[in-house]
């Protein structure tokens, strides 16, 4: 069975500055990897997806993921964060191959501060 | 329609009382899946239907909870003899068939007084 660990669990950053959010996934086979945003009040929602392919993945929002098999992870990336991007992000991995259940992980609250 | 539906949105239920939860996936999506959303917690699989298949209802707590879907549509969550470690939100996805990427729903907020 696949598991998912993101390490960050709360991450709080002014405007304007940098992301990267963990996500490590355990599983020895083909995997598809996404990730969900949740902001405040509202129902998730895709940011990104990696099926194969480019690993370097570009989702909505200015937000991007790289896959990177040797490590097992699929961090996600922003540049230059927006007030309007505090929520709650979740990483996901199922596996095609077998059970299509995608596994989530525990979530990382992201705030930022104007 | 447009998106997957959950009704109630919320509900408050005295603890010993059973509960149903209902969920509308997007038309045409084949696969549909339960989750539980408990503070800090992240996102707990509770069942899994496919199509005609037998759901995998690996995920499931205990026998108090059991879930049907009709007719390859609608789906019923049901919890007997709620207790207040079942307060959470409880969240339904659906997805086309392969499972290349899931639309969840709003959720319904179950808290157990």
């Known amino acids: 069975a696949q598991s998912v660990s993101q390490h960050n669990h709360h991450v709080i950053l002014s405007e304007a500055a940098s992301l990267e959010l963990g996500c490590n996934y355990s599983y020895g086979g083909t995997v598809n990897l996404f990730w969900y945003v949740q902001y405040p009040g509202q129902h998730l929602q895709l940011l990104l997806k990696?099926?194969?392919?480019?690993?370097l993945v570009k989702g909505i929002k200015g937000f991007e993921a790289e896959f990177i098999k040797s490590k097992f992870s699929f961090n996600l990336r922003k540049p230059s964060v927006q007030w309007s991007d505090t929520a709650e992000y979740f990483c996901a991995v199922n596996a095609p191959g077998g059970s299509y259940i995608p596994t989530f992980g525990r979530g990382t609250s992201l705030i930022v501060h104007p | 329609g447009a998106g997957v539906s959950q009704s109630p949105s919320n509900k408050v239920t005295e603890k010993g009382k059973d509960v149903e939860l209902r969920c509308d996936p997007i038309s045409g999506h084949t696969a549909l899946y339960w989750y539980r959303q408990s503070l800090g917690q992240g996102l707990e699989f509770l069942i899994y239907?496919?199509?005609?298949?037998?759901?995998?209802k690996s995920g499931l707590p205990s026998d108090r909870f059991s879930a049907e879907r009709t007719g390859g549509s609608v789906s019923t969550l049901t919890i007997q003899r709620t207790q207040q470690e079942d307060s959470a939100v409880y969240l339904c996805?659906?997805?086309?068939?392969?499972?290349?990427?899931?639309?969840f729903g709003s959720g319904t907020r179950l808290t157990v007084v």
């Open positions: 996805a659906s997805s086309p068939q392969g499972a290349y990427g899931y639309t």
């Open positions: 239907f496919q199509g005609n298949s037998a759901p995998d």
């Open positions: 990696y099926f194969s392919g480019d690993p």
